[in-house]
């Protein structure tokens, strides 16, 4: 098929949109593949570097694979044909188009372009420093006043989505990469799943990853933004208890979504840590963050703050300005963030396995520039929209395009780390919610 880049343009409203336009070259004449950074069920990101570009300023990609798949006739083997899907290729632009009409905002990673060629989808996107997983592990201390401060930037991200009549679909941890001029401004990624809402207040369909579903979306009903702000306040949950909010004896993708869709007494939110845990004072939470995250969990979408509302109330306000219980002494979190990956709040997968994608791409390579992919395992990625294996083995649940007493306390830390300013605020995000 032939190659087309789309460049972003903006509408007579100010709102970025996507056109299309043939150019005569494609991907691979223009840019030189590097490490792969993340994997997901359809698509990969790697580093990418334009050939032509002294400054050799790398980017990231994520390619989406719209080859059509089959069966060989005699083996009875799964194939892939270099013959367009026209259903995936589809999906991709929708994708494309949703992330274009974002246009620039500094918590939602910035799309530069998108080539369609050789049956591939490419995105060129800023290059980030690490997954959120990388991040929170990094940090010199884990506690709600750090947290509340990655809590504010992530609904900056959202509010933007929204104010630009898109829902994401897909908010969960592994979405959020870290990014930026300092390297600690908290980015929303991944618009694979998105919807634009044109002309319409809601739409419909199951879309994302079971626990992070809202109960309308899993009963079957339309939905509008309010469907990203449950999504977001389990994310909020279960970094905050080490547990998601609905929690099915039998764990499987299909129990969890039963789970919320009946939400009955015997299996509702809990709002406490899933391992004994206190603080100082026998308190492991302040009033101003459990009434936050009860308030995003309201079951019914008209009750639930929209994402603006949330970032409005006290512990956002007060975390984005680091006066979030200033000078106190605060429980670590640390436990939580454990649990979480053990319950498979993050999703978990092997990038140095080789797939076909990876040998056509070499091979795509190697004919326009005489080098191959860089070798699996060579060099450590730092960055990517998916998180790397994790020491904490736990069960991680795919998207969905279908239907012990913690001692340690933690004080204000000056402690020389890049992630240490969360809990001292982030003034220029602040900013930008206005």
Not at 195 to 204: C, D, F, N, P, Q
Not at 215 to 231: A, C, I, N, Q, R
Not at 416 to 427: A, I, L, P, Y
Request: include cysteine.
């Amino acid at each position: 098929m032939g190659c087309f880049a789309s460049s972003k343009v903006t509408d007579e409203a100010g709102v970025a949109k996507i056109n299309d336009t043939t150019l005569s070259d494609d991907f691979h004449e223009r840019y030189l593949l590097g490490i792969k950074l993340g994997l997901g069920a359809f698509a990969q990101v790697r580093v990418a570097a334009e050939v032509n570009n002294a400054a050799k300023i790398e980017k990231a990609v994520k390619i989406i694979d719209l080859r059509d798949k089959g069966e060989d006739p005699v083996s009875g083997q799964a194939t892939i044909r270099n013959s367009l899907n026209k259903g995936l290729e589809k999906t991709a632009r929708k994708e494309v188009a949703c992330w274009g009409r974002l246009g620039s905002h500094p918590n939602c990673v910035c799309m530069e372009a998108a080539f369609f060629c050789h049956s591939l989808c490419y995105v060129v996107m800023e290059k980030c420093n690490s997954g959120l997983l990388q991040a929170l592990e990094s940090m010199p201390e884990l506690t709600e006043r750090g947290l509340g401060n990655i809590f504010a930037q992530m609904l900056l991200g959202i509010c933007h989505c929204h104010g630009a009549r898109v829902v994401h679909r897909d908010i969960k941890p592994d979405n959020f990469i870290v990014g930026g001029k300092e390297g600690q401004t908290i980015k929303l990624g991944d618009y694979g799943l998105s919807a634009m809402l044109v002309k319409r207040e809601k739409t419909s369909g199951t879309f994302g990853t079971a626990p992070f579903m809202s109960p309308e979306m899993l009963k079957g009903l339309t939905y509008d933004v309010k469907t990203d702000v449950w999504s977001f306040a389990v994310v909020v949950y279960v970094l905050l208890f080490g547990n998601f909010p609905y929690m099915p004896k039998v764990q499987n993708t299909k129990a969890m979504k039963r789970a919320i869709i009946d939400g009955t007494p015997d299996i509702t939110p809990s709002f406490v840590p899933s391992q004994r845990a206190v603080g100082p004072t026998g308190v492991m939470y302040s009033n101003t963050a459990l009434t936050f995250v009860k308030s995003l969990l309201d079951r019914e979408p008209d009750a639930r703050p929209s994402a603006m509302d949330a970032l409005a109330m006290p512990w956002m306000v007060a975390a984005l300005q680091g006066c979030h219980m200033t000078g106190a002494e605060l429980p670590s979190l640390r436990q939580m963030l454990h649990a979480a990956k053990r319950v498979g709040a993050f999703e978990v997968r092997n990038k140095l396995t080789e797939s076909p994608l990876d040998k056509y791409l070499n091979e795509l390579q190697e004919s326009r520039h005489g080098r191959p992919l860089p070798a699996a395992g060579k060099k450590k990625a730092d960055s990517g929209s998916t998180t790397p294996p994790s020491p904490d083995k736990g069960k991680s649940f795919e998207s969905d395009s279908s239907s012990g007493t913690t001692k340690s306390m933690n004080k204000s830390s000056d402690t020389d780390s890049v992630f240490s300013g969360w809990s001292k605020g982030t003034s220029s995000a602040q900013s930008q919610s206005s």
